[in-house]
């Protein structure tokens, strides 16, 4: 049976149902790690979920940022300093990855709280999760402010990739599957992947 909800039924959710009954929406997504400095070298790390691609030259990646009043660290850090690392998360360490969800107070490292550990890189000041077995780093490029809702949609450019015990196919794909890369659907529901089919690339 079809079941049916009302722009009143869904005002009317409780706040985290909500949340979660409209992240899932859009479907599995993957969710990753973005690392940052503050102009004094004091990490942060938070997790999300909402990548996207935005081409591949030049590699260009999108995210959203809620407003500064809900999370402001990660987009204060990115704007003072012009860099980040974004993580992907493995299946041996989703729980600490979820951990940094929690709202920690400015100056407290996220990485200290959950026990992750900071990797810094030659060619990037952002700090890494080392756990992490693909990750890169990213200039800003572009933040975008998003008025309705009081958002915004940060865009950077890749500039160095990292990958440990990930497979690259002959056609460029990676194997993320194999590497125990997780997607997430809502906002705390976390998912190993399986492939169907690989297709090729289509033609008229």
């Known amino acids: 049976m079809m079941q ?88 041996l360490f989703i729980q600490q990855a979820h951990q940094t969800s929690a709202k920690y107070p400015e100056g407290v490292s996220e990485f200290e709280k959950t026990g992750l550990t900071v990797q810094q890189i030659e060619h990037t000041k952002a700090p890494f999760v080392a756990e992490s077995p693909l990750k890169f780093a990213l200039v800003l490029k572009e933040i975008i402010p998003v008025k309705f809702n009081n958002s915004f949609f940060v865009i950077g450019a890749i500039t160095d990739i990292y990958l440990d015990d990930i497979k690259i196919e002959e056609d460029g794909c990676m194997d993320l599957e194999n590497g125990g890369i997780v997607a997430s659907l809502g906002i705390n529901g976390y998912y190993s992947t399986k492939k169907i089919i690989k297709l090729p690339y289509a033609k008229p």
């Open 4 to 91: 049916h909800f009302s722009l009143q039924e869904m005002g009317q959710m409780e706040r985290f149902y909500r949340a979660n009954f409209m992240n899932a929406l859009t479907g599995f997504k993957s969710p990753v790690l973005i690392g940052t400095s503050n102009i004094d070298g004091a990490h942060n790390l938070a997790i999300f979920n909402n990548l996207v691609h935005l081409g591949a030259d030049p590699a260009l990646i999108g995210f959203v940022n809620r407003p500064r009043s809900a999370a402001p660290h990660t987009l204060a850090n990115i704007e003072s300093t012009g860099v980040y690392t974004i993580n992907h998360i493995s299946q």
